[in-house]
């Protein structure tokens, strides 16, 4: 999918906040995998069925890299931001189809509370099914503490009261632009697929889960 226009009619402010007992009843410590948006170029959009995160390149084919400054990558900052995630409850509330959700710009639409206070900076995410032996199946992500705010092309595509609102301070502490992510197992991520939280805690101040669910971190 290439570039497109606006996704029309845009939700007004009180169309936003009637989904706030939606958005805030997400479940927190395992949801599922709504959608997986590659971004081969400047614009475009592959919605997929099956997606690759590496260590190194994000996820695989997506144009994360080339879009890092030349200063980011030699500081190692750019890994901060190897993968953007959304709420699938907040991205379904600004479009219905998948293809208007997937212009959003992010490449992971989760169900799952993303908020600061349920996934704090550091807090880990693993997809697929567990193994026998307490390992994750697919890919293990981490959250990092670059933040994540709407942008222009965020406010063309879904407009102004949207901006609005997922900037607004209630909007930031539920993380409702999303969360910035590296990559700290390589795997495979499907929609449909499992989510489950294997780590919750700050950088600076971990708190664990219990081991069967987080074995593999």
Not at 110 to 131: K, Q
Not at 152 to 161: E, H, L, N, S, V
Not at 172 to 191: C, I, Q, T
Request: aromatic share 4%; glycine share 10%.
């Amino acid at each position: 999918m290439s570039d497109r226009a606006p996704a029309l009619p845009y939700r007004t402010t009180e169309d936003l906040e009637s989904g706030l007992d939606h958005l805030r009843s997400a479940p927190t410590d395992q949801g599922t995998v709504h959608l997986v948006v590659r971004r081969p170029d400047l614009g475009a959009r592959e919605i997929l069925d099956e997606g690759v995160l590496d260590l190194a390149d994000g996820l695989v084919g997506d144009n994360w890299l080339s879009r890092a400054t030349s200063r980011a990558i030699a500081d190692g900052r750019h890994l901060d931001a190897q993968v953007n995630v959304m709420s699938a409850r907040m991205v379904g509330l600004l479009a219905d189809s998948e293809q208007e959700q997937a212009f959003a710009g992010d490449q992971l639409f989760l169900d799952l509370d993303i908020s600061v206070a349920n996934l704090p900076a550091g807090s880990r995410l693993a997809f697929g099914e567990l193994g026998a032996d307490g390992s994750s199946a697919g890919a293990v992500i981490e959250v990092t503490l670059k933040p994540h705010n709407g942008c222009a092309k965020f406010t063309a595509r879904y407009g102004a009261d949207a901006m609005h609102f997922v900037n607004s301070e209630t909007g930031k502490a539920m993380r409702l632009r999303g969360f910035n992510a590296r990559v700290v197992e390589s795997g495979l991520v499907r929609p449909g697929d499992v989510v489950r939280v294997v780590r919750r805690g700050g950088l600076d101040d971990q708190t664990e889960l219990p081991a069967e669910v987080s074995a593999s971190v």
